[in-house]
């Protein structure tokens, strides 16, 4: 048997074992993670080989296959002593502590190998800092605890690598995953593709506005930035590098729209999940409180792509390569989406889990996908694309699992060792009771934090250590975590380490540090939106309807004002008189009175009034 066809077939029974448990319902808890991980891990080994191409594969090899027994007989072992484990306080054996070091090293392995170093270094500090922080000096030191205490932290119950973020990702996160994996199958990613090509393609800058509408779309249901600048930039960079746009440019946008994807609801690259978990809140909040953010976040890229192609004269995209409404509407192309999307609804609105209701929205896409292609495609095909579709499932569960699981450890770290109410305590030491320095700090350790981590761990790691500092200067925990989730997310297009951006100047064959400056322009409203949540409670949706609206109001002059700075878009035609009346208009927007949205929003508007009269 192939590698190809090992990876082939465990990728499908990772997705059948997800797709079972969303229909019968999850195993017990610590059973449901440590067979989900056990999966994922095996599938892991197999897609990411170390020595790959090399002379020493074969000690590779025999490394993988010994680091993938541990992992299976680690969470054998806890599936069979389940009872035990969550009955009693069992002491850790040296059986015990030498599975949860061999798990907790194949994990960290995996992580190297699927996202980079940095994650596991993070862990392994974490760690470290439990097992000898008894030795540092002051405020940093505590008690310390022994191997056997962390062994049973972290093996032998439910707060360590099987513990609430192992829970979400071996369920909702999971399926989600194979929601999204299976409408992209059955006809939805042609269908997002071809409708941002229509609705942005004969505007100025009509490229780039595909690549934000097709990579906000994909985005939505991707749980990874990088991953979807992958997918979608392999058509949306090209497309605009054809069309004149500067390679720099083109790479930023895609990179900028796929970030994009992870704030918007709702799934919000699976953080939505772990947002309502952690909180206690319904699913619903997190995602009624992220709309108005993620519409600012897509106005401000529109906008400033606009005014770019205005000054530049980047062309639109000839009519003839757009594909024609009927086609974009067809019921073969609609159907799938619509009853996906239907079923998930139904399942919300009954009241089921999210899982349940993830499930419903599969089975609507599978009955739409067989009726409206039963006459066109044979079975075969039929069942080659749903094939396709849970193989990618299944190996795009592999970060997912490898992850929390490894975040989990980190966190339970953290709070084993209290370290992040002492980062908390210290900071607010530092800033006092002035919520803005205190958002200002923990705006620009979130970015540090972020760097080189997809959304769901960069977002689990700041939460657990940043967010308590917010709260305790009186933020509300709802804008507390998706203050610190949102600068956690645009790490990515945020120098140094900005992922994203590797990925799309990779993809568009040019240097990074260009590509890196048009990715902040672009998403500079990004760096302000977290702030707005702090002074506009109507940006949570929260304070009733006028204070929603001062809440838009504020976001929308920020939308406009920004780009037009950024851009040197001309109001009344005087650069420095530009500059300052925009910077007037920025600092009205951003104070939080009930009138001064208003009257930056006239300052603006005025000025573009005046300034062709002074032409």
């Not at 930023?252 to 953080?271: D, F």
Request: hydrophobic share 60%; aromatic share 8%; net charge positive.
């Amino acid at each position: 048997m192939t590698p190809a066809n090992i990876q082939k077939g465990l990728a499908i029974l990772v997705a059948a074992f997800v797709f079972y448990t969303a229909a019968t319902g999850p195993f017990e808890g610590l059973i449901q993670r440590a067979l989900f991980l056990a999966l994922t891990a095996s599938l892991g080994f197999a897609l990411y080989p170390l020595g790959a191409g090399t002379r020493w594969r074969p000690a590779g090899l025999a490394i993988d296959l010994a680091l993938c027994a541990v992992v299976l007989v680690a969470c054998g072992y806890v599936v069979w002593n389940y009872d035990k484990i969550m009955t009693s306080l069992p002491w850790a054996t040296p059986l015990d502590k030498a599975l949860a070091a061999g798990l907790v090293l194949a994990v960290l392995e995996l992580g190297r190998r699927a996202v980079g170093v940095i994650f596991p270094i993070l862990v392994v500090v974490g760690l470290s800092y439990a097992l000898f922080g008894d030795m540092l000096p002051g405020a940093l030191r505590h008690r310390g605890f022994d191997t056997a205490f962390v062994t049973e932290t972290i093996f032998l119950g439910d707060l360590g690598i099987w513990g609430m973020l192992a829970g979400i990702g071996a369920t909702v996160i999971a399926t989600f995953i194979l929601f999204g994996a299976l409408l992209l199958h059955s006809g939805g990613g042609q269908a997002f593709m071809d409708l941002a090509m229509r609705l942005g393609g004969r505007q100025p800058g009509g490229a780039a506005k595909i690549a934000t509408i097709a990579s906000g779309l994909f985005g939505m249901i991707s749980g990874s930035s990088v991953a979807n600048v992958a997918t979608t930039g392999n058509f949306t960079i090209p497309m605009m590098i054809r069309l004149g746009y500067p390679r720099p440019f083109a790479a930023a946008v895609e990179a900028v729209a796929s970030t994009g994807g992870q704030i918007a609801p709702p799934i919000m690259g699976a953080a939505a999940f772990v947002m309502a978990e952690i909180l206690g809140v319904p699913y619903t909040t997190i995602i009624l409180g992220a709309i108005l953010p993620a519409i600012l976040f897509y106005a401000s890229v529109f906008v400033t792509v606009h005014f770019v192609a205005l000054r530049r004269g980047l062309a639109v995209v000839p009519e003839e390569t757009l594909p024609a409404w009927s086609a974009i509407l067809a019921p073969r192309r609609v159907a799938p989406i619509v009853c996906a999307l239907g079923g998930l609804g139904i399942g919300i609105w009954l009241g089921r889990s999210i899982s349940t209701a993830a499930f419903y929205g599969i089975i609507g896409l599978l009955i739409a996908f067989i009726a409206t292609e039963a006459g066109r495609l044979s079975p075969r095909r039929m069942i080659g694309k749903v094939i396709d579709g849970l193989e990618d499932a299944g190996k795009g569960m592999v970060i997912i699992g490898v992850l929390l699981a490894g975040a989990q450890v980190l966190v339970s770290m953290i709070n084993l060792t209290g370290v992040g109410v002492t980062l908390s305590s210290l900071i607010v030491s530092v800033a006092g009771d002035s919520v803005l320095l205190v958002a200002l700090i923990v705006g620009a350790v979130c970015l540090i934090m972020g760097m080189g981590l997809p959304t769901t761990a960069a977002y689990v790691l700041v939460a657990a250590v940043m967010a308590p500092a917010m709260t305790a200067v009186g933020v509300s925990p709802l804008a507390a975590h998706l203050f610190v989730f949102y600068f956690a997310t645009i790490s990515v297009i945020t120098p140094p380490v900005c992922v994203a951006v590797f990925i799309g100047a990779g993809i568009a064959n040019t240097n990074w540090l260009p590509a890196a400056g048009h990715a902040v322009r672009l998403g500079a409203v990004t760096y302000l939106v977290p702030f707005l949540l702090l002074l506009y409670p109507g940006m949570l949706m929260e304070g009733g309807p006028l204070a929603i609206a001062q809440a838009a109001l504020s976001g929308a002059v920020l939308v406009l004002a920004v780009p037009a700075m950024l851009t040197g878009t001309p109001l009344i035609g005087n650069r420095p008189i530009d500059t300052a009346l925009l910077l007037i208009v920025i600092a009205l927007a951003l104070w939080p009175n009930p009138i001064t949205p208003l009257v930056a929003l006239v300052l603006y508007l005025g000025g573009r009034k005046l300034g062709p009269l002074l032409a």
